[in-house]
């Protein structure tokens, strides 16, 4: 009795060669549809599976393999006596090799214009049993979903006459992350299309973008995975034009820039250090807007992240490389500017589309043993129900550094203040563990430079003490959630000084 291996796949590349090899080696080759065509088009010996279950394909191809002959041969145990009779009393053979991939899925709901018939239609049924089937009995079936394997199975084949437990142990772990991933994009499909947000169950796939050198500390293991049709406004849809390998720290600071400069359609620049914003600056070029983002804090700035929104040309590409900086990204860079920048050896050069044809429908956070799960906030002040609590109504110019500062604090770690002209940040205050603390810091850094800025705070004021602050460091707008139950004591200290005040009955939080 002759081996037998069954191929049927979408993705065609190396299977003729892959088939020729398994021809030289003794295998009768079994397949059906496009693949039986194309092989025999190409000159390869073919056993139809029709021939082989004695039953035509039906309902438009739906039925091609789901048959006992199919999967009896798949599922037997070589080595059981019984198993053994029953193949021989039913007429079936066994079957050594299954080579698979399934329906394109994925691809037919990437396009823009795909009806759900046409998903469905896509969903590929025969193709996971076999290979479940065949990962399941990789005891003595060798498995192969993807075409980067043919080699080495043919390797062991020509030099043992077999693969190896080890290998066929590997393919099938593959064969199941494979249908896993499978069926997680077709649970996500099939879920949007209900309108549930969050199911009872969740099932989410990743596919490995870059294994990292390490993770956030040398001692630790990473890698990086990207969402499959995620977003592709976002460092995981990145192209790096130059520079070294990125690191953890790097996607996770590249990340929250890129966040920030979504929130503006003017020309603008974010540079990030440690997932906040030390700068950013808006202005008629994207050169000017860089320049904002520097003078903001030209500290901090050093070996920070940069994001900007419009193409890097010669005139920012000049300022941007006399500082050190570990990543620029932009939408692109003109030749010019490639030819200034490239010039540093490890600098990273990303680019991302800046076109947000979709978003991630949520946000998650691992926590030990389980996952955090969020809508995004999009929320801005647009959306907000603003109202101006305070005698004195901002000017035009406070409204501009108002709106800026309320763009640009949802971004920062909570408690979280900003202080802003109608063009840039000028102060920062993240993360401390009460809200004077951070305007403390957020106006040390302003200096001079508060005097007739606007400052916004991602939450409410739980006492005045915040509004006394700002208004002795020159302070003269303010932005903020509103809803504490001692609102009407900072409004009365707001007024005290002639300080123009804003409620937006929204907060940010960002843990």
């Avoid at 199911?199 to 796939?205: A, F, G, I, N, R």
């Avoid at 690191?247 to 003017?266: C, G, H």
Wanted: aromatic residues 6%; glycine residues 8%.
């Amino acid at each position: 009795m002759s081996k037998r291996a069954l191929l049927s796949v979408s993705d065609k590349s190396g299977i003729l060669e892959f088939a020729k090899e398994l021809e030289q080696l003794g295998y009768e080759i079994l397949s059906t549809g496009g693949t039986k065509a194309f092989l025999q088009e190409n000159g390869v010996a073919i056993t139809p599976v029709d021939q082989v279950t004695n039953f035509p394909e039906i309902l438009d191809g739906r039925v091609k393999t789901l048959n006992p002959m199919i999967h009896g041969g798949l599922l037997a145990k070589h080595d059981d006596p019984s198993h053994q009779a029953q193949l021989e009393e039913h007429g079936i053979s066994p079957i050594e090799i299954v080579c698979v991939n399934l329906y394109p899925f994925r691809e037919t709901i990437s396009k823009p214009d795909v009806t759900t018939e046409d998903a469905i239609e896509n969903i590929d049924i025969g193709g996971p049993a076999m290979l479940r089937a065949s990962a399941k009995n990789h005891q003595y079936v060798t498995v192969i979903t993807d075409s980067t394997d043919y080699d080495e199975v043919l390797a062991e084949l020509k030099t043992d006459g077999k693969t190896t437990l080890v290998t066929r142990r590997k393919l099938a772990a593959k064969v199941f992350r494979h249908t896993a991933a499978y069926d997680a994009m077709i649970a996500g499909f099939m879920t949007d299309l209900t309108g549930e947000e969050f199911p009872e169950l969740l099932t989410l796939t990743y596919e490995r973008k870059q294994a990292l050198r390490y993770g956030e500390n040398p001692h630790q293991k990473a890698a990086f995975y990207k969402r499959p049709l995620g977003s592709d406004f976002s460092i995981a849809s990145a192209t790096q034009l130059h520079g070294k390998e990125l690191s953890y720290n790097n996607i996770q600071d590249a990340n929250a820039a890129i966040q920030i400069v979504k929130e503006f359609n003017l020309p603008a620049a974010v540079a990030v250090k440690h997932m906040n914003p030390c700068g950013v600056g808006t202005g008629d070029t994207i050169a000017a807007a860089f320049q904002k983002a520097y003078e903001a804090d030209e500290t901090s700035i050093f070996g920070g992240i940069i994001a900007l929104n419009r193409e890097v040309d010669a005139e920012t590409a000049k300022t941007l490389a006399g500082i050190f900086l570990e990543i620029i990204i932009a939408p692109s860079f003109s030749e010019e500017a490639i030819s200034m920048l490239t010039a540093k050896k490890n600098i990273r050069l990303m680019t991302i589309s800046f076109e947000q044809t979709k978003k991630d429908a949520l946000n998650t956070v691992s926590v030990e043993g389980g996952l955090l799960v969020q809508s995004p906030d999009t929320f801005g002040l647009k959306d907000a129900d603003v109202k101006v609590v305070t005698d004195r109504e901002p000017t035009a110019e406070e409204w501009k550094a108002l709106e800026l500062g309320w763009n640009v604090v949802k971004h920062v770690k909570s408690n979280a203040i900003v202080v802003a002209t109608e063009d840039m940040t000028i102060g920062v205050g993240a993360g401390q563990m009460n809200r004077v603390g951070s305007a403390k810091i957020a106006l040390e850094q302003a200096g001079e430079r508060a005097q007739g800025a606007a400052l916004a705070s991602d939450a409410f004021f739980p006492m005045n003490d915040t509004v006394e602050t700002a208004a002795k460091a020159g302070i003269t707008a303010i932005i903020q959630p509103g809803g504490s139950v001692k609102d009407e004591d900072s409004i009365q200290k707001a007024n005290e000084y002639g300080i123009a005040m804003v409620f937006t009955r929204i907060r940010h939080f960002k843990h």
